[in-house]
């Protein structure tokens, strides 16, 4: 046999075998992760979804993460965790203030200008970022309350200046952001050199972010996004359901039905179930007062309001407690939050109907009560005494009488005998006698 000939027959299969390692993998196509803050106030869940969405995005190598935000604000330490979040990213962090008529207002602020591309859509806004329930004071005395303000109000301006200077950004405008809560819209933020560029939508901007270079650590990123495969991250069931606890009005709500919940269990002893689920709802509304900012005069002149409906329920004043407890509920449900953003506030739609209701409840409840604890007994040997029976014979001091379909021993306690067919009043009853006087004795 010809030795040559095996010899290439041998690498002809060889290579028919290996033949697939000579070709080019094919590569997957580029991914691209999307966090929705969908008018969502900025908090302790958002946060949390937020830091978990930028996890999920490094750990699957993706090409970036986008924030699609339209927030009017929220809490300062929830905003500080996800500007933290962002800065330490090992990917590149777009946020993208969208759809149309969305707004980055106050905490959405400092969340755009950390990002590494910082993204607006038409007919959108960004600013308003003075923090919540700070007033600029002229006075040249100063108490320790104003002192803190200063305080707090220098502190977020280097916060946010630091924040701009760092991405590049425009950080004169930053401290009047927080300093003069300035508000500008798209194309004044990109004239201004406060976000990068404006996309017209999410293919827009994929199209804008492509081949752009990001640095991260001292290592320049190019940004790969065509034919990218889009993943949006949603937030957990349990994320929502916290989200909705703890909205303003939710909370307030809880807070409310807490309160019936617990009176009706009180005034019907028994049931059961209104008390556990006035304590739970009491609970889930403390959980989310702790995350929202509170005013506790608010909160006291809602108390204060309860007490007052009770009080009128107990001790009738025609009215003028019940008109006491509507003003200081009304007055304390719009103090409760601390925000200077409606989305955060307590609607006077939903304080109205709810406070009106708790009145008419509550006073309607213990009124109940009250009348039942007043009321003369007619039932059992109690109901017997003042009721007036028959003799049926004649007797000095014990006898028998007729009452109520039934005939009882009596005992006569009349300074009189008393004859057959006389009327008797019951006075007193032991044990089965029946202590008796007669009528119209003096």
């Known amino acids: 046999m010809n030795y040559s000939k095996?010899?290439?027959?041998?690498?002809?299969?060889?290579?028919?075998?290996?033949?697939?390692?000579?070709?080019?993998?094919?590569?997957?196509?580029?991914?691209?992760?999307?966090?929705?803050?969908?008018?969502?106030?900025?908090?302790?869940?958002?946060?949390?979804?937020?830091?978990?969405?930028?996890?999920?995005?490094?750990?699957?190598?993706?090409?970036?993460?986008?924030?699609?935000?339209?927030t009017p604000g929220g809490l300062?330490?929830?905003?500080?965790?996800?500007?933290?979040?962002?800065?330490?990213?090992?990917?590149?962090?777009?946020?993208?203030?969208?759809?149309?008529g969305s707004r980055a207002a106050s905490a959405g602020v400092f969340i755009t200008l950390s990002a590494h591309v910082?993204?607006?859509?038409?007919?959108?806004?960004?600013?308003?970022?003075?923090?919540?329930?700070?007033?600029?004071?002229?006075?040249?005395?100063?108490?320790?309350?104003?002192?803190?303000?200063?305080?707090?109000?220098?502190?977020?301006?280097?916060?946010?200046?630091?924040?701009?200077?760092?991405?590049?950004?425009?950080?004169?405008?930053?401290?009047?952001?927080?300093?003069?809560?300035?508000?500008?819209?798209?194309?004044q933020a990109v004239k201004q050199k406060v976000v990068d560029f404006i996309a017209r939508d999410l293919d827009d901007l994929l199209v804008k972010l492509n081949g752009k270079k990001i640095n991260i650590n001292s290592k320049d990123i190019i940004l790969n996004t065509k034919n990218a495969n889009i993943i949006n991250l949603e937030l957990t069931p349990s994320q929502k359901l916290l989200?909705?606890?703890?909205?303003?009005q939710i909370a307030y709500i809880l807070m409310?039905?807490?309160?019936?919940?617990l009176l009706f269990e009180i005034t019907h002893p028994g049931v059961g179930f209104p008390g556990i689920a006035g304590l739970i709802c009491l609970t889930l509304a403390f959980?989310?007062?702790?995350?929202?900012?509170?005013?506790?005069?608010g909160l006291a002149l809602i108390i204060l309001g309860?007490?007052?409906?009770?009080?009128?329920?107990?001790?009738?004043?025609?009215?003028?407690?019940?008109?006491?407890?509507?003003?200081?509920?009304?007055?304390g449900s719009l103090m409760l939050v601390k925000s200077p953003f409606g989305a955060m506030r307590i609607s006077l739609k939903v304080i109205l109907p709810f406070v009106i209701s708790i009145a008419g409840i509550t006073i309607f409840l213990l009124g109940t009560i009250l009348k039942t604890h007043v009321k003369k007994i007619k039932t059992g040997k109690e109901g017997l005494i003042g009721q007036t029976?028959?003799?049926?014979?004649?007797?000095?001091?014990?006898?028998?009488?007729?009452?109520?379909?039934?005939?009882?021993?009596?005992?006569?306690?009349?300074?009189?005998?008393?004859?057959?067919?006389?009327n008797v009043t019951i006075q007193e009853v032991k044990g089965l006698t029946l202590y008796v006087k007669k009528e119209r004795e003096t």
């Open 118 to 187: 910082a993204v607006m859509t038409n007919s959108t806004h960004i600013g308003a970022a003075h923090p919540v329930g700070l007033v600029s004071y002229k006075s040249k005395e100063k108490s320790d309350e104003n002192v803190m303000k200063d305080k707090i109000l220098n502190d977020t301006i280097a916060w946010i200046t630091t924040i701009a200077k760092n991405r590049n950004r425009n950080a004169s405008w930053a401290k009047r952001a927080v300093e003069e809560s300035e508000s500008i819209t798209a194309k």
């Open 256 to 261: 409310l039905l807490g309160f019936l919940g």
């Open 389 to 422: 029976a028959t003799a049926i014979g004649s007797f000095k001091n014990k006898g028998k009488i007729f009452v109520h379909g039934e005939i009882w021993q009596a005992k006569n306690i009349s300074k009189t005998k008393i004859n057959k067919n006389d």
């Open 6 to 70: 095996i010899l290439i027959i041998s690498g002809i299969l060889l290579l028919a075998l290996t033949g697939l390692s000579f070709t080019e993998p094919e590569t997957a196509p580029p991914k691209i992760y999307i966090a929705n803050i969908n008018n969502y106030v900025i908090n302790p869940i958002v946060k949390d979804y937020i830091s978990e969405a930028i996890k999920t995005s490094e750990a699957e190598n993706a090409q970036c993460l986008i924030i699609q935000l339209d």
């Open 243 to 248: 989200n909705i606890i703890i909205h303003p």
């Open 76 to 100: 300062l330490e929830s905003t500080r965790e996800i500007v933290k979040s962002i800065v330490n990213s090992k990917i590149p962090v777009v946020v993208y203030v969208y759809p149309q």
């Open 287 to 297: 959980y989310a007062f702790n995350v929202i900012p509170i005013n506790y005069a």
């Open 306 to 331: 309860l007490i007052l409906f009770i009080a009128e329920a107990l001790t009738p004043t025609f009215g003028l407690l019940t008109l006491g407890g509507l003003t200081c509920m009304v007055l």
